[in-house]
């Protein structure tokens, strides 16, 4: 009787929570402002066109290749190759199916969902809508591609629906990006495999602070500790106090610590970037006399990696717990771990998973004070 009253509340609990499943929108291929896309469906799909001259709808067949492009008044221009002439669209809306989408000569991926188009700041914006747990497998596979530990698996899938639950670009008429500052996703695969099997184990679970969902985050190697976060409020990413834990667990991985280089003309061109009231050679001072691992250097080194990743690669400084020698020219730059070393680390947490650790101990380890519970 134990047995099937567990089960029969485990099922409504399943259910009641399957009924919730929000809906994710995420926009797609932003880095590359596209200017035309090819849009192609594996199958076949319904395609929803809206005109200044009204509304039409068409179905595209498998291998038929949908054009999109901006026009010179900044408007959609829509063609299927191989049938004449475009004609202008404010939009283009297609059913949940699947869809191969590319920039001719940058990128081609494969999506499946729902799919609308449309002109936005001189481009085209294509938009991915999808339930949270397809959302949740297609970044799971993107985030840990090379990870086969089903504990280790687990814990990610968990904290990448967690962070689903809160929304970063709203007023750009999405919920997220497709890119490392939301969460990764590069596509959509129907193989059974561990990653569908870690989503579907944990349906529904998410990370809770208090009793309340928060936006995790993770970190691909911490190099040794994993760093506090500061003015986390402000990013909108969760009520959470990150703490600098020592993890030795990922010493082994390759970019558990690394050395690289910079041009002090380089480095000083870069801090001049930042807005703080001082000087560039002031901020490098700072950088160079601040403790790595104190909540208030934190912020700076952040701000110096993503923009000297930006102009100049992403091997230069690849994460936020390095030191620079400003006595030199090249300035040397030692470091530990890739990413922003805040959170879970995930080749820490694989390491956990070999050890036999669950993917509550995990997820434990790296967020004292959470829990995990149905969302």
Known sequence: ????????LILLAGSHAWARDQVVTVGLFQLFQPQLLQITPENSGRVFLEAPTGKSQRLLLRREILEVRIGE????????????????ATSVEMIPAQWKISIPGKIERLFSGGLTVSARNGGILPVL?????????????????????????????ILVRSYLGKPRHLDEGFDFCDTTHCQFLTGYSAEVDNFQHAVKRTRHLVLTYRGQA?????????????????????????DYPYLSLACPFCAGHPLAHWKSQMKR????DV????STGLSAQDLLEQLANSEVDRPEST???????????????????????YVVDASSDPIEITGWGSGHNSGLCQA??????????????ILRFYFPGCSVQLE
């Not at 949270?132 to 899938?157: D, F, G, H, W, Y």
């Open 1 to 8: 009787m134990t047995i099937l009253l567990a089960t029969i």
């Open 73 to 88: 008044k900044g408007q959609l221009r829509v063609r299927i190759l191989g049938e004449g002439s475009d004609f202008a």
């Open 129 to 157: 809508s999808l339930g949270a747990e397809a959302a949740t497998l297609q970044i799971l596979r993107s985030e840990m591609s090379a990870v086969r530990e089903p504990e280790a698996l687990k814990a990610q899938a």
């Open 214 to 238: 928060i936006a995790p985050l993770y970190t691909a190697v911490c190099g040794g500790r994993t760093l506090p976060r500061v003015n986390h409020h402000a990013e909108g990413l969760a």
């Open 265 to 268: 003309s380089d480095l000083l």
């Open 271 to 274: 801090l001049s970037l930042i």
């Open 299 to 321: 912020r700076l080194r952040d701000q110096v990696r993503l923009q000297v990743g930006r102009r100049h690669g992403w091997n230069v400084i690849r994460s936020n717990r």
């Open 348 to 361: 820490g947490a694989v390491e956990l998973a070999r050890q036999g650790k669950s993917f509550l101990q």
